[in-house]
C-alpha cells in the first residue's frame, strides 16, 4: 500500500509562487514514477507534470516554463514549484504514483488527498 500526502497548497496573488509537497510512504517501488494533476469543477482532470525514472520530466503546455517538478529520494518527496501563477492555474491540486504506462495513460493507481491552489 502507497500513502500520498500533498501540502503547500493556499491563496496567492497572481504573479505570486508556491511549492507543493507530496510525501510519499509504503511499499514504494523503484519503478514508479510520479506525477502532479490538477482538477477544477466542472472540468476534465488535467495532467500538469510528471517526472520518469532517468529523470526526464513532462510538463502541460500551460504550465510548462513557469512550474518545475522534481523529487528527493532521500525523503521521498515530490515537489511542484509554481511561479508566475494565474487565475487559471486555480484548482485542487493532486500527486499519484505507478508505473510509467499507467501514469502516461492517466490511470495511476496512487492518490493523495489534494490541496487547495487559489490564485487570485
Known amino acids: 500500500q502507497v500513502q500520498l500526502v500533498e501540502s503547500g497548497g493556499g491563496s496567492v496573488q497572481a504573479g505570486g509562487s508556491l511549492r507543493l509537497s507530496c510525501a510519499a510512504s509504503?511499499?514504494?517501488?523503484?519503478?514508479?514514477?510520479m506525477a502532479w494533476f490538477r482538477q477544477v469543477p466542472g472540468k476534465e482532470r488535467e495532467g500538469v507534470a510528471s517526472?520518469?525514472?532517468?529523470?526526464?520530466?513532462f510538463y502541460a503546455d500551460s504550465v510548462k516554463g513557469r512550474f518545475a517538478i522534481s523529487k528527493d529520494d532521500v525523503k521521498n518527496t515530490l515537489y511542484l514549484q509554481m511561479n508566475s501563477l494565474k487565475p487559471s492555474d486555480t484548482g485542487m491540486y493532486y500527486c499519484?504514483?505507478?508505473?510509467?504506462?499507467?501514469?502516461?495513460?492517466?490511470?495511476?493507481?496512487?492518490w493523495g488527498q489534494g490541496t487547495q491552489v487559489t490564485v487570485s
Open positions: 499519484a504514483t505507478d508505473v510509467v504506462s499507467k501514469l502516461v495513460a492517466g490511470f495511476p493507481e496512487y
Open positions: 509504503g511499499h514504494i517501488r523503484s519503478t514508479y514514477c
Open positions: 517526472i520518469f525514472s532517468g529523470g526526464s520530466t
